[in-house]
């Protein structure tokens, strides 16, 4: 037994069993049929008995399912900043946070693209409930994050966590991937959340905390959709927020939301990346002496690659410019996308409801928002 067995992906060795127990489920017929439309179930049942490593499973099926979704659903995927990166080489990729599912898929078919070394990936355990999800999640190669533990636990949890993330940058040479906060981002404002850091900090075995950092090789990636599929699913819990109350997730609400990021219509995506923090950490050594300023620092500096590359779309202009009731962007959008915009938020939200509206228009302006006060702080 390894101490990791309760969080890791799947072995190559075990890949084959896992696949095998799942090809007769309704979710896998449902999965293939998709990707596969018109090919008799025989055909992709055999290929899949013919497969024995994530690799194999990520690249011929979840990646081909990847390009149908982009296909049915988006105006097409483009990237920035890959071709900076070394072939052979693990990175941790710290991003942005909006959909459960695509982020980390289209991170990874990415970097299939370009040649790189493809990631695990962290998923929180409320999300693979089910058992074909959980199978699903580990074919993925994705590591399980321990969602609401008592204090202790959580700790032990996220010392777990940390060493394994270490050990897969640091011994397997596999690229990881991990949000910069805990969920994902319901009012368009990415911050890292410092919990995230000081998690990763305690895979360190380094007598300076910046020495760990310099080494497992952090990557800012900024992930921008022009139209969010699950922006209207986002507002209950905004609206309860607003409110000052406790938002209680419904029954199967993230399985809903799951499927929705995936088959719901996201128009425009790019990715970038930024450059791999080297300099950076100099500089907060030089600053800060004290560890908690420290990681302050360098979530600060993750914030700022990450707004960085943020790409805007219409469709933030065009929500700034309602919220505000201004047309300080109206030169960044047509009439077309103002009127189709306008026209999703009448279908989303109820327009008797200010806070809802608000809520709606401001997770779309939020990212054009930051971006001025970034602009003018620098």
């Not at 070394?117 to 321990?146: C, E, P, W, Y």
């Not at 699913?233 to 927020?241: G, T």
């Not at 971006?371 to 620098?378: E, L, S, T």
């Amino acid at each position: 037994m390894s101490k990791f067995d309760a969080i890791r992906p799947f072995y190559d060795a075990e890949v084959n069993d896992a696949i095998c127990s799942s090809l007769n489920h309704p979710m896998m017929k449902a999965l293939m049929n998709f990707t596969f439309p018109g090919v008799d179930d025989d055909i992709w049942k055999e290929q899949l008995r013919r497969t024995y490593s994530i690799r194999d499973f990520q690249i011929n099926f979840i990646y081909r399912a990847l390009m149908k979704v982009l296909e049915k659903t988006s105006d097409g995927l483009t990237t920035s900043g890959f071709e900076k990166l070394e072939k052979n080489t693990a990175y941790l990729f710290i991003s942005n946070h909006r959909d459960i599912i695509l982020d980390t898929s289209l991170i990874n078919a990415s970097l299939f693209d370009h040649g790189l070394v493809m990631t695990a990936s962290a998923i929180g355990d409320n999300l693979v409930q089910r058992n074909f999800l959980h199978t699903l999640s580990k074919l993925n190669r994705n590591f399980l994050v321990q969602r609401n533990l008592p204090p202790r636990e959580l700790l032990m949890s996220s010392k777990l966590m940390s060493e394994y993330i270490c050990r897969l940058l640091r011994r397997e040479n596999r690229s990881v991937w991990i949000a910069q906060r805990e969920g994902r981002t319901k009012d368009g404002n990415d911050e890292t959340q410092q919990g995230v850091l000081k998690m990763l900090a305690m895979g360190s075995d380094a007598e300076n905390l910046m020495d760990y950092f310099r080494k497992i090789k952090i990557v800012p990636v900024s992930i921008s959709y022009e139209y969010d599929p699950t922006d209207a699913l986002k507002m209950p819990r905004l609206l309860a927020e607003a409110k000052q109350e406790i938002y209680k997730k419904e029954k199967n609400e993230d399985f809903i939301t799951l499927m929705s990021g995936i088959m719901g219509q996201k128009k425009r995506i790019h990715i970038h990346v930024g450059d791999v923090l080297k300099n950076e950490f100099d500089a907060i050594e030089t600053q800060h002496d004290n560890t908690n300023k420290q990681i302050q620092a360098l979530a600060q500096i993750i914030d700022d690659a990450v707004l960085t590359g943020y790409k805007l779309w219409p469709t933030n202009y065009i929500a700034y410019d309602l919220l505000h009731g201004t047309q300080k962007f109206a030169d960044k959008y047509t009439e077309s996308e103002k009127s189709i915009f306008e026209r999703r938020l009448e279908m989303r939200i109820d327009e008797n409801n200010p806070v809802a509206v608000q809520g709606f228009l401001a997770m779309y302006a939020n990212p054009v928002v930051n971006k001025m006060k970034y602009a003018d702080a620098n």
